[in-house]
């Protein structure tokens, strides 16, 4: 079946250190992911996305890996900063093409 | 441009009652779908809806409904609340819902089923 997760709930780091979170997807028909940002009280924001023809992505700060040979996407976020910590989810599109489906979310905790 | 809207933000029902909720999707986008998110399930997918048409449909029972007006905005109703239907309801927009389009999410609305 369709599944996303992520490899560990929760990642603590300290201010300034580059954060690495991780998301295995099982469905290799998939061919648009997403990294959602989720503060508290709030609604999923979007981070950055990348589409199965490309290994890399890069954004402010944030940087998307996919390894579809092993199923994998990870998300490194560079200097983490206090105003990262939140719950983040990595998303990818259903066959069926509207539906997003979530793995469970890494909650990081940056420390300053 | 103004994001994604959800009113109201926070509800409290009781067992039995009925709800609706509603969604203003970011301007010129034409598909909205809705999410419930709980501690124990996560984010799980309830339905979409694109030109007033219900588009696809997630794993949920009956008592979860929704429609979309002309104008883009969309209502969900769930019938008969039970305790477990107390979660966050999260709306997101797309332009046309395409498999390879971001969808933007609203700040959601907090239900307690009592």
């Known amino acids: 079946g369709e599944s996303v997760g992520l490899h560990l709930p929760t990642l603590s780091v300290q201010e300034g250190d580059n954060s690495i979170i991780n998301c295995a997807y099982s469905?290799?028909?998939?061919?648009?992911f997403i990294w959602y940002k989720q503060e508290s009280g709030k609604g999923p924001q979007f981070i950055i996305d990348?589409?199965?023809?490309?290994d890399k992505r890069q954004g402010q700060r944030v940087t998307v890996l996919l390894n579809k040979t092993v199923k994998h996407l990870s998300l490194q976020i560079a200097a983490t900063q206090p105003g990262d910590s939140a719950v983040y989810f990595c998303?990818?599109?259903?066959?069926?093409?509207?539906?997003?489906?979530f793995g469970k979310g890494t909650t990081l905790s940056v420390s300053s | 441009k103004a994001g994604v809207t959800q009113t109201p933000r926070y509800l409290i029902k009781t067992r039995g009652q009925q709800v609706t909720l509603s969604c203003s999707p970011i301007?010129?986008?034409?598909?909205v779908s809705w999410y419930q998110q709980t501690p124990g399930q996560g984010l799980q997918f309830l339905f979409e809806?694109?030109?007033?048409?219900?588009?696809n449909k997630g794993n949920f029972p009956g008592r979860f409904s929704g429609r979309q007006f002309s104008n883009s905005r969309s209502e969900m109703n769930v019938s008969t609340l039970e305790l477990g239907d107390s979660a966050l309801y999260l709306c997101?927009?797309?332009?046309?819902?395409?498999?390879?389009?971001?969808?933007?999410f609203g700040p959601g609305t907090r239900l307690l089923v009592l």
């Open positions: 997101a927009s797309s332009l046309a819902g395409g498999n390879q389009e971001t969808q933007y």
């Open positions: 469905n290799s028909a998939s061919d648009y």
């Open positions: 990348i589409r199965s023809n490309m």
């Open positions: 998303a990818e599109i259903s066959q069926a093409g509207t539906a997003l489906i």
């Open positions: 301007s010129g986008h034409r598909s």
């Open positions: 809806y694109f030109s007033e048409t219900q588009r």
